[in-house]
């Protein structure tokens, strides 16, 4: 599976610790950014790009990080087809995929220890989408309202 990792500043040494990590796990992991540590970079460039890649390449995922996750979710969902979830622990990671087929998960690197940040991105990317009917509906109706902008009705 492609997994493509995008940063900023805050998640620069866990994204490259992920990288070489999930490389050895036999995934083909793709870069987008940065390449090299700036303390004053943006990550809204690295994180669009990353779901802009992960949209453009199904059956891949991708994994955004910053210092909470919070900033890089929200720059990846903007990108229409990304799922973009945040992740604080492996439960947050498993559902994500299991009910919402995240296809791009958020990480916080300053919020996690490297082991618990690498743990939370293996269980995002080990765990398939449930195919229950329910959640295939409800991303259906995220999907209809990205392309029309019409609000689904309420129940």
């Known amino acids: 599976m492609r997994v493509y990792l995008g940063s900023d500043h805050a998640g620069f040494e866990l994204k490259a610790h992920l990288a070489n990590h999930l490389a050895k ?34 059956g891949s995922l991708g994994v955004v990080i910053g210092g909470s996750g919070n900033g890089e979710q929200i720059a990846a969902n903007k990108i229409a087809g990304v799922r973009a979830a945040l992740a604080w622990n492996i439960d947050t ?6 009910h919402n087929d995240a296809n791009v998960v958020a990480v916080g690197a ?46």
């Open 25 to 58: 796990q036999g995934y083909d992991v793709v870069d987008v950014g940065p390449h090299a540590y700036d303390p004053d970079d943006d990550y809204p460039a690295f994180c669009l790009r990353a779901g802009d890649r992960v949209v453009a390449d199904a």
């Open 93 to 98: 990671a498993q559902l994500a995929r299991q």
């Open 110 to 155: 300053r919020q996690h220890t490297l082991d618990d940040a690498t743990a939370i991105v293996e269980a995002f990317l080990s765990t398939p989408f449930s195919d229950n009917d329910r959640h295939t509906r409800r991303i259906n109706q995220i999907a209809d309202y990205e392309k029309t902008r019409i609000l689904p009705p309420l129940a």
